[in-house]
């Protein structure tokens, strides 16, 4: 196995970070998950474009154009002979001695690495629970930042509790998940928290999106409230590693129950029909 360090591939056990490298020391940094699928990376394009994006936030120097970053991303997938399963490309804003305040000029090291898996088809089907709790992390959730402690304290906190995902809050407006995206649909509407600072646009949650309007679906992004999540008709979530999984029930702080309906159903056959660009049976 391969990692990618700079532009070069080399083995695992090659790569050196330096200690007072500021991912290492402040999580000053960006990332990406890239799902590959028989070989083949889905909305690579889309990703590297966030990835770019995230980092203009930061004031970050890219050291190299997306093309570019595509290609070693590419490549990265061929020498490990990636089939199905993910890709990790991150970007920190490099070494210098420890200090908070950043240069603007800073060179930014790139690494990443592949590992096999596969979609959980058995979640798609059945559903997963989730549990809801308070959103705790900070005011620039846009940004695709290597500093996720709300995001793991709340995954930890789910698990806890027998649950796959947390969903988070901000006084009683539902943000998304601790690694997804959250949707709901009550008569036939489908909904999500907008595309603000307070989540990440999810390069899934943008593809159900244009689904549906394919599809005649109504999609409204808008916030919604503890009790509109209470009163949905489906509830699902999204993510590049989860594709649309069905929630069957909440925990925490709302108990509730959902069956899978055909709205989820559809979007989620959809995106697998985009993914594998065939019918999924
Ligand atoms: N929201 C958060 C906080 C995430 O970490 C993720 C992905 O990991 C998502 C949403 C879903 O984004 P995407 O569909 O691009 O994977």
């Given at each position: 196995e391969f990692v990618l360090y700079h532009d070069q591939y080399v083995k695992k056990q090659d790569a050196v970070i330096d200690m007072e490298d500021r991912g290492y020391n402040f999580g000053d940094g960006i990332y990406e998950v890239v799902f590959v699928y028989g070989g083949k990376p889905f909305a690579m394009k889309e990703h590297f474009e966030r990835f770019i994006s995230s980092a203009s936030k930061l004031e970050m120097q890219l050291p190299f154009d997306a093309a570019r970053f595509v290609e070693l991303t590419e490549g990265l997938i061929q020498k490990n002979d990636l089939k199905d399963g993910m890709v990790y490309v991150q970007m920190t804003r490099g070494a210098s001695p420890r200090n908070h305040l950043y240069e603007r000029d800073m060179k930014c090291l790139v690494t990443g690495f592949t590992r096999h898996m596969k979609p959980p088809e058995d979640l798609h089907k059945a559903g997963i629970r989730v549990y809801l709790t308070d959103?705790?992390?900070?005011?620039?959730?846009?940004i695709k930042s290597l500093n996720l402690l709300g995001n793991t304290m709340a995954k930890r906190l789910a698990a806890d509790h027998n649950c796959h995902e947390a969903i988070q809050h901000r006084d009683g407006t539902v943000t998304e998940g601790s690694s997804s995206n959250l949707f709901i649909v009550k008569d036939g509407i489908l909904k999500t928290h907008p595309a603000?600072?307070?989540i990440l646009n999810g390069i899934t949650r943008q593809v159900i999106m244009k689904i549906a309007d394919e599809q005649g679906i109504t999609v409204e992004e808008a916030p919604f409230t503890i009790d509109e999540l209470s009163d949905a008709h489906e509830v699902f979530i999204s993510s590049t590693t989860m594709e649309v999984t069905p929630v069957i029930q909440i925990a925490g702080q709302l108990d509730a129950h959902y069956e899978i309906g055909d709205v989820t159903r559809t979007l989620q056959n959809r995106l697998k029909k985009k993914i594998h660009g065939s019918a999924h049976i």
């Amino acid at each position: 196995e391969f990692v990618l360090y700079h532009d070069q591939y080399v083995k695992k056990q090659d790569a050196v970070i330096d200690m007072e490298d500021r991912g290492y020391n402040f999580g000053d940094g960006i990332y990406e998950v890239v799902f590959v699928y028989g070989g083949k990376p889905f909305a690579m394009k889309e990703h590297f474009e966030r990835f770019i994006s995230s980092a203009s936030k930061l004031e970050m120097q890219l050291p190299f154009d997306a093309a570019r970053f595509v290609e070693l991303t590419e490549g990265l997938i061929q020498k490990n002979d990636l089939k199905d399963g993910m890709v990790y490309v991150q970007m920190t804003r490099g070494a210098s001695p420890r200090n908070h305040l950043y240069e603007r000029d800073m060179k930014c090291l790139v690494t990443g690495f592949t590992r096999h898996m596969k979609p959980p088809e058995d979640l798609h089907k059945a559903g997963i629970r989730v549990y809801l709790t308070d959103d705790i992390r900070w005011l620039r959730c846009d940004i695709k930042s290597l500093n996720l402690l709300g995001n793991t304290m709340a995954k930890r906190l789910a698990a806890d509790h027998n649950c796959h995902e947390a969903i988070q809050h901000r006084d009683g407006t539902v943000t998304e998940g601790s690694s997804s995206n959250l949707f709901i649909v009550k008569d036939g509407i489908l909904k999500t928290h907008p595309a603000n600072n307070l989540i990440l646009n999810g390069i899934t949650r943008q593809v159900i999106m244009k689904i549906a309007d394919e599809q005649g679906i109504t999609v409204e992004e808008a916030p919604f409230t503890i009790d509109e999540l209470s009163d949905a008709h489906e509830v699902f979530i999204s993510s590049t590693t989860m594709e649309v999984t069905p929630v069957i029930q909440i925990a925490g702080q709302l108990d509730a129950h959902y069956e899978i309906g055909d709205v989820t159903r559809t979007l989620q056959n959809r995106l697998k029909k985009k993914i594998h660009g065939s019918a999924h049976i």
